[in-house]
């Protein structure tokens, strides 16, 4: 079944949309505070779709992904007991707890190590700003963090260009159902441990 595949060319299509750019500033802006999907999902085959436009787009998600993190730090230092009920409803409190103590134990760093890596950053964003972390090293680990993970996305669509393309559309079905298959015994995982 060639379902990953059709929505790769999908992904395709959207990302030479006109109003692209507003879509990835918009996702980099909301993923930073509270939407689930990171802007990698468009940043990827936009910068696919328009290699020349590739940094481009880099820094529309970096600009707008710093700016979002501000709004959840936002969300953090002045409405933290108003969303901590939400945040226990969706089974985030124990992760809320791991920000923490890597708050406590690594600073600034942490800031630094979401931006760039996968995890939810936007957990780190709301933590950073319950715990009242000053918002100057907070804003410049964001910029860096971020910054230098969707450059290096950008860059490597770029720099892949049409045969990376092909290459990522002919694996793309492997790869998805592999990450559901990831997925499924992840919860079921969950599920057998509780």
């Not at 436009?53 to 992904?65: D, R, V």
């Not at 933590?127 to 971020?146: D, N, V």
């Amino acid at each position: 079944m060639k379902l990953f595949t059709s929505l790769y060319d999908k992904a395709l299509i959207w990302a030479r949309h006109p109003k692209a750019t507003w879509y990835l500033s918009g996702m980099s802006f909301a993923e930073s505070s509270f939407f689930p999907i990171p802007p990698d999902v468009m940043l990827m085959p936009m910068s696919l779709a328009t290699p020349q436009k590739a940094f481009y787009y880099a820094w529309l998600t970096t600009i707008f992904s710093l700016l979002g993190g501000l709004l959840g730090y936002a969300i953090g230092y002045w409405a933290i007991d108003l969303i901590l009920p939400f945040i226990n409803s969706m089974g985030y409190a124990h992760k809320m707890e791991q920000v923490q103590a890597f708050f406590t134990e690594y600073g600034v760093w942490v800031i630094f190590i979401a931006g760039f890596s996968p995890v939810p950053y936007k957990l780190f964003t709301i933590t950073a700003g319950a715990t009242s972390m000053a918002l100057l090293p907070f804003m410049l680990a964001s910029f860096i963090g971020r910054g230098a993970r969707f450059y290096l996305v950008a860059g490597l669509m770029k720099w892949g260009g049409a045969k990376m393309e092909a290459s990522i559309r002919k694996w793309v079905d492997w790869l998805g159902w592999g990450f559901v298959l990831l997925l499924v015994i992840y919860l079921l995982s969950k599920y057998y441990m509780q």
